[in-house]
C-alpha cells in the first residue's frame, strides 16, 4: 500500500471506531501513535546504538538497547511536543474559566427568577411564556454554553408552567430544546474559542462575527413564537390572572433589576471588555469567572458542595476538550505526512466545485455528522480536514466558522439523533412523547436553515461588526 491509502485506510478505522463507541480522544491518540510508529519508521536510525554494540556484549546491556531502539521512533517525540503545544495554549485558557462561569450561574438559582420575571413582563405579548422561556434559554445559554443543562435545567422549570398554562406540547418541547443550543453560537461561545485554537482565526473576531448571526437566529425563533401564537391561538393560549397575576410596575421593576439585569451586565460586561478591547479572552473569563460567584454570593446560593460541583465538572469537561485536542494534532500530523491531505485537496480541486458548491458540500457533511458526534469532536478533528481547503475557493475561514457554528445547532435538533430532544425526554412528564418533541423541533429546525441561508445572500451579516471594530 502507498502512504496515502495508509491514510485513507486510518481515516476509515477511525470512522469505524467511532460508530462502535469507542472514546474518541484516546482513538486518535492510539491511531495517531500506531500509524505514526509505521510513517517514522527508520531501523538504520531507531537502532544505531544497538547496530554498534561489540560481538559479546551480555544479553542485559543488548534487550536494553534493543529496547531503547524500540522507543527511539519520532512519533514518541511528535505525541509529547503536541501535548505540550495544546496544554500551553493561552487561546484554550478562557475554556475552563468560561466553564466554570457556566456552571456556577447554573446552581446561583438565578433562572427560576428570571424566568418568572419575564413571565409576568411579557404577559400582554402573544404566547407570552414561550417568548419568556426563550428569552431566558437564550440568556442562560449564552452564560454557561452548556446545551444539556440548559434544556435540563429549563425543562423543569418553565415546560411544566407552559403546559399548565395549556400550550401545545410540540409547541412548548420546540421552545426549550432549541432555545437551549443558542449557547454554542452566541458569545462568549466556548464553541468559538475551540474554533479559533484549531484554526488559528481571532477570537475576538470571532466573537463580533457571530453576534448578528445570533440576534438573527433570535429573532427568528422569536418571531415564529409569536406568530404561531396569533395565527393559531388554541397553541399558546393567552395565561389567565391566576397563571401569571398582575404585578405593579415598581414591584416589576424591582424583579428586573433583582434577575434579569445582573445575569445580563455579567455577560455584557464580558463580551463588551472582548469586542472593546479592554481585556483579552481570557482575562475576561476571569471576570466573568469571579462575577458568577459574586451572584451566586448575592443570590444565597454559593456553598462549599455547589463551589466543589463546579470546580469538578470543569476540570472533567476541560480535559475532555484537551484531550480530544491532543488526540486531533497527532493524527491529523501523522494523516498529514502520509499524504492522506495532499489526497483530500486533490480529490476536491477535480470536482471543479464552485466556492458555493463547496461550502454546502462541506455544510452538509458536517450537518450529517452532528447526529453520531458532539460538536466538540466535529471542531476539533474534521473541521481542520476542510481549513486548508478554503484558500482553494477564496473562503474567509471566519465567514466558514460563523456558518459551522450555525450549522451545529442542527445537530442538537434533528432526529433521530437529537440530542436536546432526548436531555428534555428524561425530566419531562410522561405525557409529553418522544415523538411530540421531535415535531416541536422542526419548525425551529427550517429556522436555522433559513439563517444559513441569509448568511449565504447577505455575508455582511457576518463581516458588519469585525469590521466597524477592528476594519478590514
Known sequence: MTDPQVALLMLGIFIILVFLGFPIAFTLMALGIGFGYFAYFDASRMWRAFDRLPDGTDIWTSSTQWLEGFYNNRIFDLFINQTYTVMSNEVLTAVPLFLFMGYIVERANIVDRLFTTLNVASK???????????????????ATGIVGAVVTLMGLLALPAMLKARYDHSF????ICAGGTL????PPSIMLIVYAAASGVSIVRLYAAALLPGLTLVTLYLTYVIGRAILQPSVA???????????????????????????????????????FGLATPTEAAAIGALGGMVLAVAYRAMTFQRLRESVYLTVRTTAMVCWLFVGSYTFSSVFSYLGGEQLIGEFVRGMDLTPLQFLLLAQLIIFLLGWPLEWSEIIIIFVPI?????P???IDPLFFGILVALNLQTSFLTPPMAMSAYYLKGIAPPEVKLTQIFAGVMPFLAMVFVSMILMYVFPQIVFYLPQVFYGG
Open 124 to 142: 400582554n405579548v402573544p404566547g407570552s411564556m414561550g417568548v419568556a422561556a426563550l428569552v431566558t434559554c437564550a440568556l442562560f445559554a449564552t
Open 172 to 175: 412548548a418541547s420546540g421552545i
Open 183 to 186: 449557547g454554542i453560537l452566541i
Open 237 to 275: 393560549p393567552r395565561p389567565t390572572s391566576e397563571e401569571v397575576p398582575d404585578v405593579p410596575w415598581k414591584k416589576l421593576t424591582w424583579m428586573l433589576i433583582t434577575s434579569f439585569f445582573p445575569l445580563a451586565v455579567l455577560i455584557l460586561s464580558v463580551l463588551g471588555s472582548i469586542l
Open 386 to 390: 476542510f481549513l486548508p481547503l478554503l
Open 392 to 394: 482553494l475557493f477564496d
